[in-house]
């Protein structure tokens, strides 16, 4: 047939959930047959999970994943079904995926173009596979075809890109486009960041454009081993027009997205294409007996959601968390709630994170996905907030948590722990034999303040089986502004990859703005008027976050500059001064410095803070993404230069 019904999927799996794993698959293949589909893409490494990190080298994560495959091929019955696992082969492991057809594998497609940056660490655990090498390998005893190979299944080519293939710049369907094929497979494990969705929205659409088929696109879903989230946004492309497009940051455990595609006028694209290169000899293609089933006309499609960056990192970090809290089966969470923009706008996340989700899944499903934790629904179990009061801490403050609070519906405490900021006090004058005071021991006597905190939130977060989330945001990590042990507690730290300033405009579009998607809350109005502050010193000095540092929006920016686009010093300096013109020279300089002076001497602090999510390359992650060594000259000799 020349008309076929193909799906896709986005699928919320666990590493190694090897019961789980498989039943989420296999509900996608219910759903997509349920639709009428012939084929259907999973996700990469959809069988084991893709953040399985070095226990890809352990022979029995495969041999495992083999038997999965196993067990999945006989739901494929009258289907063609793809999906991705890790292959042994002469002992290297390959990203490969497995094509079924109709309960019977018949080949691996194996990964050519291996992710090795950021936050991806392919090659540490696969080989990539040579371009134009096919091979057969052994499963069961029997010979399967494996490598650079497509699939004519009922007179229906297929070829495949897997993920970071679809990235480059000299991509497989290039030379797929030669034998003829009619579909191009993606099955992708595509992490979220800002603005990456249009990109996969170009690749997909100019990819079945510029190689006449239509593209099927898979991506994983959800926050799936705790630092990476997936958006989702599995899509369907033909002639150059997207014509499915399935939702992004859902919290359902998968969904299936389908679409009726006219073979013939892909055909006679690649028939009109005078420049296309034939290979009609071409020795890597697997012959498959099928039966397509008939269907009608082929579909039309709304053009896809288009999302703010507001919108989201809203949803990014609400299904972040949800998966979080389910995933590692904690009671809700636990936050040390100061009054300020920080905390706050953890507080709002978990706040939004119910809402979106019921909204979503209805609250009988939300709590059943929950069900371990028969009070989910009510916001007091679900998030736990205390202020901390010492002698420094004013009304405001106290007055913003708890109208907060309030608004959240969640729990709310009021503790005065200056008491034990008393007792700590006494203990140490009597060690050094003298009374601390503020000109001589300003460090010691703010972090004395944040650390004395930690202790009772902790007792909280162990009370409740909760989750005690950590408050530091990007900016603040950059310059090691933050205590720890202090503010940094935390089992998570959910906006530790955002920096303050968008943080800032973030809380204010959420009190006044909101979108359809994302509900306004109103009440934070009483902690945007704030300036920032950490409130650690006495109040007649006025302390404030841009007055210990620089204004955050310099700050940011010289941070984008200086770690993002790795420039010197001198570099920056420049940048900073045509781009700030309004500040004085000096001043500017000044600010220079005392950046690269605190990045470089509070690098520790950054490989202690809890995991975060990565929303953007301008994470700061050492386990992830950033690496820089907790020793170094600190940019001596540039600084002294500049």
């Given at each position: 047939?020349?008309?076929?019904?193909?799906?896709?999927?986005?699928?919320?799996?666990?590493?190694?959930?090897?019961?789980?794993?498989?039943?989420?698959?296999?509900?996608?293949?219910?759903?997509?047959?349920?639709?009428?589909?012939?084929?259907?893409?999973?996700?990469?490494?959809?069988?084991?999970?893709?953040?399985?990190?070095?226990?890809?080298?352990?022979?029995?994560?495969?041999?495992?994943?083999?038997?999965?495959?196993?067990?999945?091929?006989?739901?494929?019955?009258?289907?063609?079904?793809?999906?991705?696992?890790?292959?042994?082969?002469?002992?290297?492991?390959?990203?490969?995926?497995?094509?079924?057809?109709?309960?019977?594998?018949?080949?691996?497609?194996?990964?050519?173009?291996?992710?090795?940056?950021?936050?991806?660490?392919?090659?540490?655990?696969?080989?990539?596979?040579?371009?134009?090498?096919?091979?057969?390998?052994?499963?069961?005893?029997?010979?399967?075809?494996?490598?650079?190979?497509?699939?004519?299944?009922?007179?229906?080519?297929?070829?495949?890109?897997?993920?970071?293939?679809?990235?480059?710049?000299?991509?497989?369907?290039?030379?797929?486009?030669?034998?003829?094929?009619?579909?191009?497979?993606?099955?992708?494990?595509?992490h979220f960041a800002f603005g990456k969705q249009e990109?996969?929205?170009?690749?997909?659409?100019?990819?079945?454009?510029?190689?006449?088929?239509?593209?099927?696109?898979?991506?994983?879903?959800?926050?799936?081993?705790?630092?990476?989230?997936?958006?989702?946004?599995?899509?369907?492309?033909?002639?150059?027009?997207?014509?499915?497009?399935?939702?992004?940051?859902?919290?359902?455990?998968?969904?299936?997205?389908?679409?009726?595609?006219?073979?013939?006028?892909?055909?006679?694209?690649?028939?009109?294409?005078?420049?296309?290169?034939?290979?009609?000899?071409?020795?890597?293609?697997?012959?498959?007996?099928?039966?397509?089933?008939?269907?009608?006309?082929?579909?039309?499609?709304?053009?896809?959601?288009?999302?703010?960056?507001?919108?989201?990192?809203?949803?990014?970090?609400?299904?972040?968390?949800?998966?979080?809290?389910?995933?590692?089966?904690s009671n809700g969470f636990v936050v040390s709630l100061?009054?300020?923009?920080?905390?706050?706008?953890?507080?709002?996340?978990?706040?939004?994170?119910?809402?979106?989700?019921?909204?979503?899944?209805?609250?009988?499903?939300?709590?059943?996905?929950?069900?371990?934790?028969p009070e989910a629904l009510d916001m007091k179990k679900?998030?736990?907030?205390?202020?901390?009061?010492?002698?420094?801490?004013?009304?405001?403050?106290?007055?913003?948590?708890?109208?907060?609070?309030?608004?959240?519906?969640?729990?709310?405490?009021?503790?005065?722990?200056?008491?034990?900021?008393?007792?700590?006090?006494?203990?140490?004058?009597?060690?050094?034999?003298?009374?601390?005071?503020?000109?001589?021991?300003?460090?010691?006597?703010?972090?004395?303040?944040?650390?004395?905190?930690?202790?009772?939130?902790?007792?909280?977060?162990?009370?409740?089986?909760?989750?005690?989330?950590?408050?530091?945001?990007?900016?603040?990590?950059?310059?090691?502004?933050?205590?720890?042990?202090?503010?940094?507690?935390?089992?998570?730290?959910?906006?530790?990859?955002?920096?303050?300033?968008?943080?800032?405009?973030?809380?204010?579009?959420?009190?006044?703005?909101?979108?359809?998607?994302?509900?306004?809350?109103?009440?934070?109005?009483?902690?945007?008027?704030?300036?920032?502050?950490?409130?650690?010193?006495?109040?007649?000095?006025?302390?404030?976050?841009?007055?210990?540092?620089?204004?955050?929006?310099?700050?940011?920016?010289?941070?984008?500059?200086?770690?993002?686009?790795?420039?010197?010093?001198?570099?920056?300096?420049?940048?900073?001064?045509?781009?700030?013109?309004?500040?004085?020279?000096?001043?500017?300089?000044?600010?220079?410095?005392?950046?690269?002076?605190?990045?470089?001497?509070?690098?520790?602090?950054?490989?202690?803070?809890?995991?975060?999510?990565?929303?953007?390359?301008?994470?700061?992650?050492?386990?992830?993404?950033?690496?820089?060594?907790?020793?170094?000259?600190?940019?001596?000799?540039?600084?002294?230069?500049?």
């Amino acid at each position: 047939m020349n008309i076929i019904r193909l799906a896709t999927s986005s699928v919320n799996q666990v590493p190694l959930d090897w019961k789980g794993n498989l039943e989420r698959l296999g509900d996608c293949i219910k759903a997509a047959r349920g639709e009428g589909a012939a084929m259907l893409c999973l996700p990469e490494l959809a069988i084991t999970g893709y953040g399985c990190e070095d226990l890809f080298l352990a022979r029995a994560t495969a041999d495992i994943a083999l038997d999965q495959l196993q067990k999945l091929m006989a739901e494929t019955e009258g289907m063609a079904v793809a999906v991705g696992l890790p292959l042994w082969h002469h002992n290297a492991v390959y990203n490969v995926v497995a094509l079924v057809i109709d309960r019977a594998l018949v080949g691996f497609y194996a990964k050519q173009n291996l992710a090795g940056d950021g936050l991806h660490y392919e090659p540490r655990w696969f080989r990539p596979w040579p371009p134009g090498l096919a091979t057969v390998t052994e499963v069961g005893g029997i010979s399967v075809p494996l490598g650079d190979i497509c699939f004519d299944v009922g007179g229906v080519r297929i070829g495949f890109e897997v993920c970071e293939d679809a990235w480059v710049a000299d991509r497989p369907g290039r030379e797929h486009t030669k034998i003829g094929v009619d579909v191009i497979l993606n099955p992708s494990a595509s992490h979220f960041a800002f603005g990456k969705q249009e990109i996969r929205e170009q690749f997909v659409q100019e990819g079945s454009r510029a190689f006449g088929v239509a593209y099927v696109y898979a991506n994983l879903l959800g926050n799936e081993a705790g630092r990476i989230i997936y958006d989702g946004g599995s899509m369907i492309a033909t002639g150059g027009r997207l014509v499915a497009s399935g939702p992004r940051f859902s919290f359902r455990e998968s969904t299936v997205t389908c679409a009726v595609v006219d073979l013939d006028i892909n055909r006679l694209s690649q028939a009109r294409t005078a420049g296309r290169d034939l290979d009609p000899g071409h020795h890597g293609v697997v012959q498959v007996p099928f039966e397509w089933p008939d269907e009608m006309g082929p579909t039309l499609a709304d053009p896809p959601l288009k999302w703010t960056k507001e919108d989201e990192f809203t949803h990014a970090l609400a299904l972040g968390l949800f998966d979080y809290m389910r995933k590692s089966r904690s009671n809700g969470f636990v936050v040390s709630l100061s009054g300020g923009a920080d905390s706050a706008a953890v507080a709002c996340l978990v706040y939004l994170m119910r809402v979106l989700a019921v909204r979503e899944l209805g609250e009988e499903r939300f709590a059943g996905d929950l069900d371990y934790f028969p009070e989910a629904l009510d916001m007091k179990k679900l998030l736990l907030c205390v202020y901390q009061a010492t002698a420094n801490s004013g009304d405001v403050t106290e007055n913003a948590a708890a109208e907060l609070a309030a608004a959240l519906g969640a729990e709310f405490a009021s503790w005065d722990v200056q008491p034990a900021v008393d007792h700590y006090i006494a203990l140490a004058e009597g060690t050094i034999g003298r009374k601390l005071d503020w000109e001589t021991d300003d460090i010691t006597l703010q972090n004395i303040q944040a650390r004395v905190r930690a202790p009772g939130i902790w007792m909280q977060a162990n009370i409740r089986n909760g989750l005690l989330l950590a408050t530091s945001n990007r900016s603040e990590a950059a310059v090691g502004y933050a205590t720890m042990d202090g503010d940094t507690c935390g089992g998570l730290s959910p906006i530790a990859g955002i920096d303050k300033d968008f943080l800032r405009r973030w809380l204010r579009w959420l009190e006044t703005e909101g979108s359809e998607m994302v509900p306004k809350i109103p009440a934070l109005a009483v902690v945007n008027v704030q300036q920032p502050t950490a409130e650690l010193r006495p109040a007649e000095e006025e302390q404030t976050d841009e007055g210990d540092l620089m204004p955050y929006p310099i700050l940011d920016a010289i941070e984008r500059i200086a770690i993002r686009d790795k420039k010197s010093p001198a570099e920056v300096m420049q940048l900073i001064r045509h781009r700030f013109p309004e500040y004085p020279v000096e001043t500017v300089k000044a600010w220079v410095v005392r950046f690269f002076r605190l990045w470089s001497r509070n690098q520790w602090k950054r490989e202690r803070y809890a995991p975060s999510f990565h929303l953007d390359d301008e994470n700061l992650d050492p386990k992830t993404w950033c690496r820089f060594p907790i020793l170094s000259s600190g940019f001596e000799e540039e600084l002294e230069k500049l």
